[in-house]
């Protein structure tokens, strides 16, 4: 409020002072304005101007320093006024709100007070102070004699106002300066300017904005003394007129709005974000900005001086041909017109395709026949396959008018051709020049796809194929084709004991169901490789059932093991991991690392003749590579002929087994490593292993230790290896196993752990068909009795030894005898019904004249090496039968004391089981070596 | 003539690639040949390469898509051999009036996927095809 009365009574110092009988006359022409806008502006502005003329004299006739400073307010340099002092001024810009031609909104404002009597004279004050100021401003040359009474006329007036008066004035005063600032748009440009938020200020502003051009000069001679307005009347005579004239073709302001159109495009998607710290989005916001703020520099200029640029270096000088239309892009096929402008050797070429963006060919409007210079910098692409080049980044893009030029051309309505959409197929699919994806970029169509592959020659199918298996996956990923083809270094071959479905699914639910379909499920045999490519990735591949029809393990082992080999139609099944497979990876970390430099992903091809000069990408050090931590499962789609031996001779990349002594894999720790070994299988206690879910035991030895010293500790004399139900043996060899020991076999890595050799799903058991010398010659220390260890405190569970001791005592319980069959050993016997004398075989169907009589007998025996442990052992047959052979027997059986005492051994037996707690006890089974 | 800006995309595009795989940066004037062939959706896309929102889903099969978070935390599947988002911008701006090539989304994929800059995600058969259903996650 205060601010207010402040204010209304400065505006009324000013109206009142010096034109106390002008505000009738003032009031009247400020309807006749509101009826009659049009003719106000440029009279009020010539009155002005002619105030100006005047004022300059009436400094130098020597005006009060009062009256200057309220003319100094309107000095552009003096936008930090304060409001109150602006008061003046509001008046001044609600007046030239009209010279916009925008009468609507003043005119309703000065109908207002003349509904309200009561406040005419204040409002016309108010309304009319700028026609009043202007005559202020005229007079302040007439009225240098001016009074200190017609200041107290001002004094009085302002006091006669009551606060309700004052506030309703307030009120009207608002509601002139909104409309104000509504109308006066171009003022509102400059309001951040100014320290006062209020709409008055505006109007300084523009005032300023008007006045800046040539006045000042007249200004600043206002506040100089009276010894330079000789001068000055001069100047500021000539500037006020220059002033007006600037000002009305300032006053055209729509014409500066159109300019702001023209600003880029990317304001208005312009988003207060904050970026990624070094980010691209951060790299391109920056240098947006620089290039927006170029481009409105550049445009400013081009728009002020239209000059010709036709000569400078590197701008392009075209004629258009021919406009289309593409995604809001505009494509203009030119010619170009000078060729001396530009480097020569940068543009042999004569035709170009430009492309405009929207806002840039909005403000061009280019049509076929136009000349247009394309300033720098833009940036040429050529499109492979495309005869003319491509120039983008046309922001600095200028239309020649050309005056000069026939007017022959017509005036046609300028059509663009607009293109149809641009297909939503990937047009520009990165992977179809991935260089780096198809090292040997000789990549074949898997032949599923082209169809053609199986009537091509053998000859012919071994093309140039995938020396990558990542590669091959990927680009099998990218391409959506069902197979692929690759070539790979077999490392190992080997028989999986899988379930019927070829691949575990890594579906969420798939475990749901596992505990029901493991009971139904159905296992099958299937002949995998291992693999290894020459970037020494590892996957496995499982074959089809079809393998075996053709051949055993043995056979496919010498065949494909350590050549490389094309795989063909080949698909994944699964990736899986070291936590996943430990089985897989323990025998990958077997192979690793190779001992051969391996290619490097992404570099040049793989040199094909092996001849590896360009070792640059090579895998220098293999020893500093790690481990793959994962593996591909691969099938095939082939029935047969998916495995080629590509070369016959075995691969630098393959590592073959490394054949053990048993004696270095007992004395040294493999960990959790894989051994190969070869060995005699003196004993074996092989189960059915599909059926029954026990491991089999192998218990094997060799020459050395055969051979070995007794006194030698720890080293057994015979080792027993543990055959696991996922190892897979073949039934020939089972037979073998079990019939003709001792037998040589080759155990391809087994696996330690925690001391024990366990044969798992990937160790391979072979039957050695070639002895070798060496081999040989412990053959023939083998053909005399095979040496046990003896059963002693340190003998351990599921090992075979010798015993030696005296019977103790019988287990009477599980001593008994029964008849069988004397042809073919059933036990399913009856009672002839013909001759009860007599028994009748159920399955040989006959009556049995001499039953064979079993027997089994538990003995407990007392063993030097420890008195007080308990060794029970289970007898076979033929011991038993001479312990009673030379005891009489009668019809209810044989007398336990003629069995106690009598020594007995050495046997050969099996050690089932150890307790070592509260006393030591054993359970032996006496075996057959 | 044949369609121009399809092909000076993927010249662009090919150019990223080719600077990003040598110097791991991308150069100002690639940049800016970017903004001018995309327009505005550039920098959004930038900035979501930059967040690493592209993510490159595999399966078992073979199968591969990208899936985009967007600045509104939902996450677009976007497809390796088809122009193809399903968010609104791409329906109004593609689809409808023909201003674009393509969206934000599917420029960050592109973008992503020529840096290297994708994340990787193997998801099961199932999953995939949950995935490719559009199914709305209950």
């Not at chain 1, 009319?128 to 202020?136: D, I």
């Not at chain 1, 006053?251 to 500066?256: D, G, I, M, R, W």
């Not at chain 1, 000789?442 to 053609?452: D, F, K, L, R």
Request: with cysteine; aromatic share 8%; glycine share 4%.
């Amino acid at each position: 409020m205060a601010s207010f009365s402040k204010r209304k009574r400065k505006s009324l110092e000013a109206a009142c002072a010096f034109f106390p009988d002008d505000t009738e006359a003032a009031f009247r022409k400020a309807r006749s304005e509101s009826q009659d806008t049009h003719s106000a502006p440029s009279k009020i502005w010539q009155k002005c101007g002619d105030g100006f003329q005047e004022l300059s004299t009436a400094t130098s006739e020597g005006s009060s320093v009062k009256k200057l400073s309220t003319v100094r307010q309107l000095l552009p340099s003096k936008a930090k006024l304060k409001c109150q002092e602006n008061q003046m001024e509001s008046d001044f810009s609600w007046s030239s709100s009209e010279s916009d031609g925008c009468d609507g909104e003043p005119s309703s404002a000065l109908l207002k007070p003349q509904t309200d009597t009561m406040f005419t004279t204040r409002n016309k004050v108010i309304v009319n102070s700028y026609s009043k100021y202007l005559h202020m401003m005229s007079n302040l040359r007439r009225d240098c004699n001016y009074s200190d009474d017609e200041f107290h006329v001002i004094e009085w007036d302002n006091e006669s106002e009551q606060g309700n008066e004052k506030f309703q004035n307030c009120d009207s005063m608002a509601e002139i300066s909104d409309t104000d600032s509504v109308l006066e748009s171009p003022a509102a440009q400059c309001e951040k300017h100014l320290p006062c938020d209020t709409a008055e200020v505006n109007t300084d502003a523009e005032i300023s904005d008007y006045s800046s051009d040539g006045d000042a000069t007249l200004i600043s001679s206002l506040e100089n003394n009276s010894e330079m307005t000789m001068i000055q009347r001069r100047n500021v005579s000539m500037s006020a007129s220059d002033w007006i004239k600037s000002a009305q073709a300032l006053l055209q302001t729509p014409k500066k709005q159109g300019e702001m159109v023209y600003k880029t495009p990317e304001d208005s998607a312009k988003k207060k974000k904050r970026f990624v710290r070094g980010g691209l989005a951060e790299q391109l916001n920056r240098l947006q900005c620089r290039e927006r703020s170029a481009i409105s520099f550049w445009r400013h200029q081009y728009f002020s001086n239209r000059k010709d640029c036709s000569g400078q270096p590197g701008v392009l000088s075209l004629k258009v041909l021919k406009i289309c239309e593409e995604c809001s892009m505009q494509i203009a096929l030119c010619q170009l017109l000078e060729k001396l402008s530009v480097d020569n050797s940068l543009l042999q070429e004569v035709e170009f395709k430009v492309l405009f963006t929207k806002a840039t060919a909005s403000l061009l409007k280019v049509k076929p026949g136009d000349h247009v210079h394309i300033h720098p910098p833009w940036k040429k692409i050529i499109i492979p396959g495309e005869t003319c080049p491509v120039i983008i980044n046309t922001y600095f893009s200028q239309k020649v008018l050309q005056e000069e030029r026939e007017t022959a051309v017509p005036t046609q309505k300028l059509v663009t051709e607009k293109k149809p959409p641009p297909p939503l197929l990937l047009a520009f699919n990165l992977m179809e020049n991935k260089g780096y994806l198809f090292s040997t970029s000789e990549y074949q169509v898997p032949s599923s796809v082209t169809g053609s592959h199986l009537k091509l020659p053998d000859s012919q199918k071994i093309g140039p194929v995938c020396d990558s298996l990542l590669e091959a996956i990927e680009s099998y990923a990218v391409t959506g084709s069902s197979t692929f083809d690759v070539k790979a270094v077999v490392q190992r071959v080997y028989i999986l004991h899988l379930k019927q479905s070829p691949y575990q699914k890594l579906s969420k639910h798939s475990f749901i169901s596992k505990a029901q379909a493991s009971s139904q499920d159905r296992f099958t045999d299937r002949l995998c490789v291992l693999v290894q490519d020459v970037y020494g990735i590892f996957s496995e591949v499982q074959l089809p059932f079809s393998y075996f029809s053709k051949g055993s393990l043995l056979y496919y082992c010498s065949k494909w093991e350590g050549k490389l080999c094309i795989f063909n139609d080949i698909k994944v099944l699964q990736r899986t991991t070291r936590a996943r497979s430990t089985g897989l990876f323990i025998l990958i970390d077997n192979l690793w690392p190779p001992l051969v430099p391996l290619k490097v992903h992404g570099n040049s091809p793989y040199p094909q003749d092996a001849s590896m000069t360009s070792s640059q990408y090579l895998y220098k050090d293999n020893t500093t590579l790690s481990a793959p931590c994962f593996c591909y499962i691969l099938s095939t789609c082939r029935v047969d002929d998916a495995v080629k031996v590509l070369k016959d001779t075995v691969s630098d990349l393959y590592l073959p087994p490394v054949i053990h002594r048993l004696r270095e894999i007992l004395e040294n720790d493999f960990g959790n490593r894989v051994c190969s070994f070869s060995a005699f299988v003196m004993y074996s206690r092989l189960q059915s292993h599909y059926l029954v879910q026990n491991e089999s035991w192998l218990f094997v030895t060799d020459s050395y230790l055969q051979s070995s010293n007794e006194n030698k500790q720890r080293i057994p004399k015979v080792v027993a290896v543990c055959v696991t139900t996922s190892c897979v043996i073949d039934a020939e060899l089972t037979k073998a196993v079990q019939n003709s020991a001792p037998c040589e076999l080759l155990f391809k890595d087994a696996v330690i752990d925690n001391g024990v050799i366990m044969c798992v799903e990937r160790t391979v058991l072979q039957k050695e068909t070639v002895p070798s010398s060496e081999e040989i010659k412990s053959l023939e220390l083998l053909s005399g009795p095979l040496s046990l260890d003896e059963l002693g405190s340190t003998t351990v569970a599921n090992s075979i030894c010798t015993v030696k001791g005296t019977i103790s005592g019988v287990d009477e319980n599980s001593a008994y005898s029964w008849p069988v069959c004397d042809n073919c050993g059933n036990d399913e016997l009856e009672q002839a019904q013909k001759d009860p004398d007599f028994l009748f075989c159920l399955s040989c169907r006959r009556v049995v004249t001499k039953p064979t009589v079993r027997m089994q007998l538990e003995i407990f025996l007392n063993c030097s090496f420890d008195s007080q442990a308990t060794v029970k052992m289970k007898l076979q047959q033929v011991t038993i039968e001479m312990l009673l052979g030379s005891t009489s027997s009668n019809e209810q059986g044989y007398e336990v004391e003629q069995v106690l005492g009598k020594e007995l051994g050495p046997l050969c037996c099996f050690v089932h089981t150890i307790t070592r707690k509260p006393a030591l006890w054993i359970g032996l089974e006496e075996i057959n070596i | 003539m044949t369609l121009v800006l399809p092909a000076v995309a993927k010249e662009i595009l090919g150019d990223v690639k080719k600077a990003y795989e040598e110097t791991s940066k991308i150069p100002d004037e690639l940049l800016l040949a970017l903004k001018f062939v995309f327009g505005p959706i550039v920098l959004l896309a930038l900035d979501l390469v930059d967040q690493r929102a592209v993510t490159n889903v595999t399966s078992p099969s073979g199968r591969k898509v990208f899936q985009v978070l967007g600045s509104s935390g939902r996450l677009y599947t976007c497809y390796v051999a088809c122009l193809y988002c399903p968010c609104p911008a791409f329906a109004f701006s593609v689809l409808q009036r023909n201003d674009g090539l393509l969206c934000k989304h599917i420029l960050a994929t592109l973008l992503s996927e020529a840096m290297g800059l994708c994340q990787t995600a193997a998801v099961s058969d199932q999953q995939m095809t949950e995935i490719l259903l559009e199914k709305e996650e209950d």
